[in-house]
């Protein structure tokens, strides 16, 4: 405790200090204080989301905040900009800039506490279904796979029930970012999040039109054939996913729960990885006062590296934890000295490099040789992911119009907003009584971070694509770990991460992978 007071008054007293000091020094001194709190933070929130309490959260975020919304750092670091002199401290300044901002502290503090107070509701929710607290992952479960339609309909709508709970909070959070971005000149909280990420939203708002145009007709076509098979009049929300209930429910056998990490495990030695040897902890059973999503907390790169996660019997749950334990291993193998480029990684990449190892326990290979799923069960399960991909792009669309419109029309009912979009997107029947888009927790904790799952798709099919043109497979081939560390995984936030991927692939970001995967 005496350690951690002393370290806190040198972390407050230089601020000032450095203020006039040579732009790279300033540069070293902002790295070790934000290397010190992204721990101090990363064991709290570990703490927070698995115990359900964290005692100094609070404290080490406000320090966070006051550090990083301080208006003289950031205009020191615009003004001395001219000064550097070589590549590497220009790519860490473009990494410091991004983090800082010439906020108002007091609304960051706000904007925090919202954050926190929210994600303590969702830590300790548990949903009521037939009478009964059920987890989240259970629901899910129940709403895709049960043959009870009633009882499919009661687990959704217990599924999304948290949302009446967090509507209002959520509400309140993007007006109070929508200040924020104000204070730093920007009209809204999506275009400065953006400018921050490097993202053009024309650019992408044609992305996401020109996907919703290549995925209409075969979108209807699938509705038609479900509506077909269930002979309903009118399909519901909690009928879509049921369609394919038989072939997840004879999938899921294969995996129950304490065969699933190591089934991961044997998969990665595979191509060469074993995590075994890596300084990765897991917690990975479900109960009262744990969060119920999955999340890896990078405590100390390469060094402490934590997953967690709630299992459940099945696949879904399988690639939860690979997805999970891919970002823990890119952590674990980035080789750079400078602690910034190990710590702050893009979303985009962070996310892609995650996907790029999920992805493996999707292909018909993995399935058969690690999880020994029978040839016939694995090859109508892929057959079967190719429609189930098509619905899960446009419930993807539907809720990244979401995020966009609810911050650049910050008036408008977002509830009526959602239904909406779900009419035009999933073109099944709206349920105004529920607030589906409040559950959505990524809204509170990872506001504008949504885009980068469908940017590291695209980055996951395209290394896909390349890495099956060159070396046959990506799974159980030794090339790919090679092919990873090499050109991704070592570099962490050295380089951008289009550079990272035009180094790979010898292509720069190119839609067209992802849109052939998915058979548009
Ligand atoms: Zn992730």
């Known amino acids: 405790m005496k350690f951690v007071k002393i370290f806190i008054i040198l972390l407050l007293i230089p601020i000032q200090s450095v203020i006039s000091a040579d732009i790279e020094v300033f540069m070293d001194t902002l790295e070790q204080k934000l290397e010190w709190l992204n721990y101090r933070l990363n064991l709290e929130q570990w703490d927070h989301y698995t115990k359900g309490q964290a005692d100094s959260l609070d404290f080490y975020q406000e320090l966070y905040n006051d550090l990083t919304s301080n208006p003289e750092i950031y205009l020191q670091l615009q003004r001395d900009k001219k000064d550097i002199s070589n590549e590497q401290d220009l790519r860490r300044w473009d990494i410091l800039n991004s983090l800082f901002s010439s906020d108002d502290v007091g609304i960051s503090h706000k904007i925090s506490k919202l954050v926190d107070s929210l994600s303590s509701i969702e830590v300790n929710y548990r949903a009521i279904y037939n009478g009964e607290k059920k987890q989240a992952n259970e629901l899910y479960k129940i709403y895709r796979t ?63 039109e020109r996907l919703d145009q290549l995925s209409q007709s075969p979108y209807q076509a699938i509705l038609a054939s479900v509506r077909n098979k ?104 980035i080789s750079q000295d400078n602690n910034l480029f190990r710590t702050e990684q893009s979303g985009i990449w962070s996310e892609a490099m995650a996907q790029i190892f999920a992805g493996m326990c999707e292909e018909r290979l993995w399935l058969e040789k690690y999880a020994k799923v029978p040839y016939a069960v694995a090859r109508s399960f892929i057959k079967s992911k190719k429609e189930a991909d098509i619905i899960y792009l446009r419930t993807q669309l539907m809720r990244l119009q979401f995020e966009l419109q609810a911050y650049t029309n910050p008036n408008r009912d977002l509830n009526k907003l959602y239904w909406e979009l779900f009419e035009k997107y999933l073109m099944l029947p709206k349920h105004e009584d529920l607030k589906p888009w409040a559950s959505l927790f990524y809204y509170i904790t990872h506001p504008v971070y949504m885009q980068n799952y469908l940017y590291a798709d695209m980055v996951k099919a395209q290394t896909y694509a390349y890495l099956e043109k060159n070396y046959e497979s990506v799974v159980d081939n030794k090339m790919t770990k090679a092919f990873l560390v090499q050109n991704y995984l070592r570099f962490g936030s050295r380089y951008p991460w289009d550079e990272l991927l035009e180094r790979g692939t010898e292509e720069g970001l190119n839609p067209n992978y992802y849109i052939q995967s998915l058979g548009l």
């Not at 999304?160 to 971005?181: D, H, M, P």
């Not at 191509?271 to 999340?295: C, H, T, W």
């Open 230 to 333: 269930l002979s309903y009049n009118e399909l519901q929300i909690w009928d879509l996913g049921y369609f394919y209930a038989d072939i997840n429910r004879e999938l899921d056998s294969y995996f129950p729960v304490e065969s699933q990490l190591s089934f991961i495990k044997q998969g990665l030695k595979g191509i060469g990885v074993n995590i075994d040897k890596m300084p990765i902890y897991f917690d990975l059973e479900s109960r009262d006062g744990k969060s119920q999503f999955a999340f890896t907390f990078p405590i100390k790169p390469p060094h402490d590296l934590r997953v967690m996660a709630n299992l459940i019997e099945g696949h879904y749950s399988t690639r939860t934890l690979h997805h999970e334990i891919g970002h823990a291993i890119h952590y674990a193998l």
């Open 146 to 208: 049960s043959r009870n339609r009633g009882d499919r309909e009661n687990a959704y709508r217990a599924y999304v029930s948290v949302g009446n709970k967090l509507a209002e909070g959520l509400s309140q959070l993007i007006r109070l970012r929508n200040q924020q971005a104000k204070k730093n000149g920007y009209s809204n909280y999506f275009s400065y999040s953006f400018k921050q990420q490097n993202l053009d939203i024309d650019e992408y708002e044609k992305l996401l």
